[in-house]
T-cell receptor
Framework: GPKVLQIPSHQIIDMGQMVTLNCDPV?????FYWYKQILGQQMEFLVN????????KSKLFKDQFSVERPDGSYFTLKIQPTALEDSAVYFC?????????????FGPGTRLTVL | GEKVEQHESTLSVREGDSAVINCTYT??????FPWYKQEAGKSLHFVID?????DRKQSQRLIVLLDKKAKRFSLHITATQPEDSAIYFC??????????????FGAGTRLKVIA
């Protein structure tokens, strides 16, 4: 079936540095999402992106976070600067709205470790 | 904010028996309820969903029940097999026309099917 890819699978970074997490969504999908899962806790919504704009974001989506999808390439989550509490697994998802399909397809996650 | 509670954190059943995972939600505007399965080391994989215009949906060995009055929905896996062993996540979302696109996830239920 359709697949969402995430690069890298694991990133280790020093606190205060910048990190970019990359997502390759399903090719004809229009809506893109990031979720954050801290070890042992439930997955929580960060942000939703459509047509070049953030449509909705949660309080977890701090000012240090930004998303973009330049020229239909990767959908990226950038954290600048990183903090210790940003350590988590970040899941990207995409969905096709027009045409009636609501289902979100998830990537395998990027495990971010901030030291 | 909106919450989804997943009542069983772990569940063990014998192969061939049925497994039931229960979720409750707080947002009365929720209208779409997907279930995802996450096997060890893999991403979330969609298994079944239900919309609020029905109270039951079946796909092969999977049955989803929705009780809108009680704000409760459940996943029933019949004739369980060892490959059903995984973490199952329930989620809830409002209609797209509310401008709200995020999934609110439960904490997950680790299902173990004992051969």
């Amino acid at each position: 079936g359709p697949k969402v890819l995430q690069i890298p699978s694991h990133q280790i970074i020093d606190m205060g540095q910048m990190v970019t997490l990359n997502c390759d969504p399903v090719s004809n999908h229009l809506y893109f999402y990031w979720y954050k899962q801290i070890l042992g806790q439930q997955m929580e919504f960060l942000v939703n992106f459509y047509n070049g704009k953030v449509m909705e974001k949660s309080k977890l989506f701090k000012d240090q976070f930004s998303v973009e999808r330049p020229d239909g390439s990767y959908f990226t989550l950038k954290i600048q600067p990183t903090a210790l509490e940003d350590s988590a697994v970040y899941f990207c998802a995409s969905s096709l709205y027009w045409g009636g399909s609501y289902e979100q397809y998830f990537g395998p996650g990027t495990r971010l470790t901030v030291l | 904010g909106e919450k989804v509670e997943q009542h069983e954190s772990t569940l063990s059943v014998r192969e061939g028996d049925s497994a039931v995972i229960n979720c409750t939600y707080t947002d009365t505007a929720s209208s779409y309820f997907p279930w995802y399965k996450q096997e060890a080391g893999k991403s979330l994989h969609f298994v079944i969903d239900i919309r609020s215009n029905v109270d039951r949906k079946q796909s092969q060995r999977l049955i989803v029940l929705l009780d809108k009055k009680a704000k409760r929905f459940s996943l029933h896996i019949t004739a369980t097999q060892p490959e059903d062993s995984a973490i199952y996540f329930c989620a809830a979302r409002r209609d797209f026309n509310t401008g709200n696109y995020k999934y609110v996830f439960g904490a997950g239920t680790r299902l173990k099917v004992i051969a």
